[in-house]
T-cell receptor, first 118, second 115 residues
């Protein structure tokens, strides 16, 4: 099993450019989410999805769009990149969507995408 | 306002000794607490969790203690091994409705185990 995969691993953008960070999982998980990690900070939830066709905002959603057309894929779109979006982005999935005690299910994280916006 | 705090950015421990990583929280509505381990250039991986109705959970060399009255939890690693060197994140989960939980992470503590 590949688990959770993310592409690209590294990306440099100019201010104002748009791009899509890809995330895919092959575990048939219903719940997927996107986090960002900034230096000296914990992971902060951007958007999440509890199943195909259903998405919702997390703690820091501004400047990002998501969609969930299939169970496997959960792309994150940057509409107009800003230097404040320079970060490492992690995608995660879990079978119950933490819809159930986390001790019985856990989130599996991808390896991350390191994004720099100049 | 940070709801999950890991006040020690780093910790160095000799191989074979005990590592104690601490975490404090402010939200009394948190139902579960989890620890994640992260190596450089990799995503976090789940380590151990504890329900708010328990005060201890053990898994091999890893034990998590929860003190609800003090809103404090700690992760003990005994004995520490060089492979344990990583960043450890404390996370707390709250039921956000319909049985769905979301995680709030601390800033992490970088553990270095010295051979």
């Amino acid at each position: 099993n590949a688990g959770v995969t993310q592409t690209p691993k590294f990306q440099v953008l100019k201010t104002g450019q748009s791009m899509t960070l890809q995330c895919a999982q092959d575990m048939n998980h219903e719940y997927m989410s996107w986090y960002r990690q900034d230096p000296g900070m914990g992971l902060r939830l951007i958007h999440y999805s509890v199943g195909a066709g259903i998405t919702d905002q997390g703690e820091v959603p501004n400047g990002y769009n998501v969609s969930r057309s299939t169970t496997e894929d959960f792309p994150l779109r940057l509409l107009s990149a800003a230097p404040s979006q320079t970060s490492v982005y992690f995608c995660a999935s879990s079978s119950k969507g933490l819809a159930g005690p986390p001790s019985t299910d856990t989130q599996y994280f991808g390896p991350g995408t390191r994004l720099t916006v100049l | 306002d940070q709801q999950v705090k890991q006040n020690s950015p780093s910790l160095s421990v000799q191989e074979g000794r005990i590592s104690i990583l601490n975490c404090d929280y402010t939200n009394s509505m948190f139902d579960y607490f989890l620890w994640y381990k992260k190596y450089p250039a990799e995503g976090p991986t789940f380590l151990i969790s504890i329900s708010s109705i328990k005060d201890k959970n053990e898994d091999g060399r890893f034990t998590v203690f929860l003190n609800k009255s003090a809103k404090h939890l700690s992760l003990h690693i005994v004995p520490s091994q060089p492979g344990d060197s990583a960043v450890y994140f404390c996370a707390a989960a709250e039921d956000s409705g319909a049985g769905s939980y979301q995680l709030t992470f601390g800033k992490g503590t970088k553990l270095s185990v010295i051979p």
